[in-house]
């Protein structure tokens, strides 16, 4: 089964720290994997896709890594921000124009 | 500017009044999908269209219609709403890719309907 698993559920920081976040999949056959921001309310924005072929993408204080063979990829945010609390989704490509969701990552930022 | 509208943002029915749930893209993409959002839960797929005239079930369709005459529209249609139906639905819409290809993918501002 086709499946995106995020861990943790949540997540408190304060304002300054780094912090990253998880994804395992098991989505077959995978085409790309991407993370997006949610903003409480909003819909979500895109951070980053990435093929199999790359390892890593950064995107500002977000970089993005990705590993194929164990089918995990992380989130890491440097020096957070207050207004980077928000729920961080991962998304797999399972194939053509299908996205399995993750259940996302509540990242919660303390000044 | 480049966006994906949804109306209304925020609606409170009752069980059995149809809605319809409007969405419009300005990108002139083909490929356009509907998601509902509840907690705990990721993005679930309720119907998607590859073009004009061209429609399918997702994952949770049942109780939801969808229609797409035109390229830039994709109403979503409630034509019963049961308060299972409660939820924060999302509109998308991207380029239709190959099998590699990753487009990416844009979301309207959400709709929170609430069915009573």
């Known amino acids: 089964k086709n499946q995106v698993e995020q861990s943790p559920q949540s997540l408190i920081i304060l304002e300054g720290k780094n912090c990253t976040l998880q994804c395992n999949y098991t989505v077959s056959p995978f085409s790309n994997l991407r993370w997006y921001k949610q903003d409480t309310g909003r819909g979500p924005v895109s951070l980053t896709i990435?093929?199999?072929?790359?390892n890593t993408k950064s995107n500002g204080r977000y970089t993005a890594t990705l590993d194929a063979d164990t089918k995990q990829s992380s989130l890491h945010i440097t020096a957070s921000q207050l207004s980077d609390s928000a729920s961080y989704i991962c998304v797999v490509s399972g194939g053509y124009n299908k996205l399995i969701f993750g259940a996302g990552t509540r990242l919660a930022v303390h000044p | 500017e480049a966006q994906v509208t949804q109306n209304p943002r925020y609606l409170i029915t009752v069980t059995g009044k149809k809605l319809t749930v409007t969405c419009s893209q300005n990108m002139n993409h083909e490929y356009m999908s509907w998601y509902r959002q509840d907690p705990g839960l990721g993005l679930r797929q309720i119907y998607y269209?590859?073009?004009?005239?061209?429609?399918d079930k997702g994952d949770v369709p049942e109780g939801y219609k969808v229609s797409r005459k035109e390229k830039r529209n994709f109403p979503l249609i409630l034509e019963s709403p049961s308060p299972n139906q409660t939820s924060l639905y999302f509109c998308?819409?991207?380029?239709?890719?190959?099998?590699?290809?990753?487009?990416?993918?844009?979301f309207g501002p959400g709709t929170r309907l609430t069915v009573t």
């Open positions: 269209s590859m073009n004009v005239e061209v429609t």
């Open positions: 998308a819409s991207r380029r239709l890719a190959g099998q590699l290809a990753s487009y990416e993918q844009y």
């Open positions: 990435m093929t199999f072929s790359e």
